[in-house]
């Protein structure tokens, strides 16, 4: 069963740091183009940050997270990563990865949801003092 999983949310300070971690099970992630979504109560689902498969080399942020946050992968293991730095209040939702694999992942990714087809349930990201 095609699948991925996402960890490493929790509850953070204004300032502080998470790194959220998108694991692949059933198939392999490497040619897969995978992106980070997330979705604050009332609002809709927001691209975050996207990376290509293959060595992921186009990656791409939403210009509020631009400076704060890396994404990368690492194909032996399976897993993209989303390392949030400088994390402020506005950041708090629900984070998603999604995945999909076309004749385009290994050399573009996209920050729209309908390019994706397979999501996790989402990893809850909360800033708050």
């Known amino acids: 069963q095609f699948q991925v999983v996402e960890s490493g949310g929790g509850l953070v300070q204004p300032g502080g740091s998470l790194r959220l971690s998108c694991v692949a099970s059933?198939?392999?992630?490497?040619?897969?183009?995978i992106g980070w979504f997330r979705q604050a109560p009332g609002k809709g689902r927001e691209g975050v940050s996207c990376?290509?498969?293959?060595?992921?080399?186009?990656?791409n942020y939403v210009n509020s997270v631009k400076g704060r946050f890396t994404i990368s992968r690492d194909n032996a293991k399976n897993t993209v990563y989303l390392q949030m730095n400088n994390l402020k209040p506005e950041d708090t939702a629900l984070f998603y990865c999604a995945a999909v694999v076309a004749r385009w992942s290994k050399t573009y990714c996209g920050m729209n949801t309908d390019q994706y087809d397979y999501w996790g349930q989402g990893t809850q990201v909360t800033v708050s003092s």
């Open positions: 059933g198939f392999r992630l490497e040619n897969y183009a």
């Open positions: 990376i290509s498969g293959g060595t992921g080399g186009t990656i």
